[in-house]
């Protein structure tokens, strides 16, 4: 009875951890001014390529077992940094949508919302799709596929965007660029 409540206890406690992680929660404030600084640079092409199906069967039909193996790791470590990378800009975004909610503007207010939300939800799929990243490294043969990641970054991009360019049309660019 102890061992379950202990499990239950450790259990709510790790839940209430992701989902502050999740919310932007433990994340340092970032100067909306200096936000591209802050922001990495994801290449989605590298990444689509790199958790690409089709790609991994090339590779396991023309590497021996043994390479296939080490290349893959490799590969779903370097696809784990991307996500890295995607997960991280989702929470600077995500501090940026949660001000420019409360703006008097609607139209900022509601891209702010817009970006909050698909930022959040960014933040769930990629440890999500982390989670499925590693387990593939354990398990070699296991078929999980981290979908959905590129197009919440770039619909969370696209928001990002037009806040920037409602909020500061001179700097609109930048995180356009950035993103």
């Not at 340092?28 to 590298?46: C, G, I, N, Q, T």
């Not at 199906?53 to 790791?73: M, V």
């Not at 784990?80 to 929470?91: E, F, K, L, P, T």
Request: aromatic fraction near 6%; glycine fraction near 6%; charge should be positive.
């Amino acid at each position: 009875m102890t061992g379950t409540l202990i499990l239950v206890v450790c259990a709510a406690l790790a839940l209430l951890f992701f989902l502050l992680k999740v919310r932007g929660y433990g994340a340092p404030p970032v100067d909306e001014s200096r936000l591209v600084e802050h922001l990495l640079s994801v290449d989605l092409d590298a990444f689509r390529n790199l958790v690409d199906p089709e790609e991994e069967q090339f590779l396991r039909a023309h590497l021996s077992p043994p390479e296939f193996r080490a290349i893959q790791r490799q590969r779903l470590r370097a696809a784990v940094d991307y996500i890295a990378g995607v997960s991280h800009n989702a929470a600077l975004l995500l501090q940026l949508g949660q001000a420019a909610r409360h703006s008097p503007d609607a139209r900022v207010a509601k891209a702010g919302r817009h970006l909050v939300d698909d930022a959040v939800r960014l933040r769930l799929y990629s440890l999500v799709a982390a989670s499925k990243l590693y387990a593939r490294m354990a398990f070699p043969g296991t078929v999980l596929e981290p979908a959905g990641i590129v197009d919440h970054y770039q619909s969370m991009s696209n928001w990002a965007a037009l806040l920037g360019r409602l909020q500061n049309p001179a700097k609109a660019a930048l995180l356009s660029k950035a993103l």
